[in-house]
C-alpha cells in the first residue's frame, strides 16, 4: 500500500513546475528554471518521485546535433492523480489554469 | 577549457561516478544535462548542485551493511565491556540515532538490530557460560528475553535519527 505522507515544499514545487504542461515532457536544467530550484535539490526529487511510479523518465534525441541525448521527465498517470490530490496553490509557482485541467 | 568548466565537468563526473552503481540512467542524465547547458556559470552552478545531489541520493552500496556491522560491533564491545545502565541506554541511542540518520528507509532494521545487542550478549554468555569478569549473576533464559525491552529504545533512536534527516531533506 502507498504510503500517504505531506510533501515538502520543494515536491510541490515540482509537481507545480510539472503540471504546468503535464503531457510535455521536460529536462532537468528547464524544470531546475521552473521550479526555482537547484539541481541538488531537484534530482533526489525525481529520483524518488521516479522510484515511487510518480515520474516517467525517457531518453529523448537532443535537438542540435553532435549534442547527448538528454533525459527527460512527465508525471506518470499515477503522478497526475497525486498532484490533484495534494491541491497545488499559486505558493507552488504553478499555473493554476493549466494544472487544474483534467489530464 | 576555462577553469570554470574544468572544475565544472570535475564536479560532475565525481557526482556521476558516485551516482552509476546504485542509479546508472541517473548518473548519464546528469552528464548528458551538464553538456546541454550554455553558459560557463550556469554549468558550474548545475555541477555543485548535482554533486550535492549524488552526496543526498541513497546508494545501494555497501555503506549502509558496513555501518551496521560497525553500529553492532560497538554495542557488543560496549556491552561485553561494561555493566548495563543508562550508559548503556546513551551508546544504545547514539548508534541507533546515527543508523537512523544514515539509512532513513532501514529505521526498523536499525533499531531491532541495535537494541538486540543487549539480549543477544546475555544469550551468548547464558549458552556459553563465558562471561566478562565482573559479572557474577548467573544468565538465564528469562534474563536474555526481559533485555529484549531494549528494542525499544533501539527502534525510538533509530526513528529520531530517521526524523532529522527527513526533516534536513525537507
Same mark, same amino acid.
Given at each position: ?103 | 577549457?576555462?577553469?570554470?568548466? /574544468?572544475?565544472?565537468?570535475r564536479l560532475t563526473h565525481i557526482a556521476a561516478t558516485r551516482l ?59 556491552? /561485553? ?16 540515532g546515527c543508523l537512523g540518520f544514515l539509512r532513513p528507509k532501514h ?39 526481559? /533485555? ?23
Open positions: 500500500m502507498a504510503r500517504s505522507r505531506i510533501p515538502s515544499k520543494q515536491t510541490r514545487m515540482v509537481f507545480a513546475a510539472l503540471m504546468a504542461s503535464p503531457l510535455e515532457w521536460r529536462h532537468g536544467y528547464d524544470l531546475a528554471k521552473s521550479a526555482a530550484m537547484s539541481s541538488g535539490t531537484l534530482y533526489p526529487l525525481l529520483i524518488r518521485l521516479h522510484e515511487r511510479g510518480l515520474l516517467l523518465a525517457q531518453w529523448k534525441e537532443a535537438e542540435r546535433p553532435g549534442r547527448p541525448p538528454r533525459h527527460v521527465y512527465r508525471l506518470s498517470a499515477k503522478g497526475l492523480a497525486y498532484a490533484r490530490q495534494i491541491e497545488l496553490t499559486a505558493e507552488d509557482g504553478v499555473a493554476l489554469s493549466v494544472s487544474r485541467s483534467p489530464a | 577549457m576555462t577553469v570554470h568548466d /574544468w572544475l565544472a565537468n552509476r552503481r546504485s542509479h546508472p540512467d541517473w548518473a548519464q542524465a546528469i552528464l548528458n544535462e551538464h553538456a546541454s547547458i550554455a553558459g560557463e556559470k550556469e554549468r558550474l552552478g548545475w555541477a555543485f548542485g548535482v554533486l550535492r545531489a549524488s552526496l543526498a541520493v541513497p546508494s545501494h552500496d555497501l555503506f549502509y551493511p558496513a555501518a551496521l556491522t560497525l553500529a553492532v560491533s560497538l554495542m557488543v564491545l560496549y556491552q /561485553w565491556s561494561a555493566d548495563e545502565g543508562v550508559a548503556t541506554l546513551m551508546v544504545l541511542g547514539c548508534l541507533g529505521f526498523l532494521l536499525s533499531g531491532f538490530a541495535i537494541g538486540l545487542v543487549v539480549s543477544a550478549v546475555n544469550g551468548f554468555e547464558w549458552l556459553s557460560g563465558i562471561h566478562p569478569e565482573y559479572e557474577t549473576t548467573p544468565r538465564t533464559l528469562w534474563i536474555c528475553l526481559h /533485555w529484549l525491552i531494549f528494542i525499544v529504545p533501539g527502534l525510538v533512536s533509530s526513528i529520531a535519527g530517521r526524523r532529522v534527516r527527513l526533516k534536513l531533506l525537507a
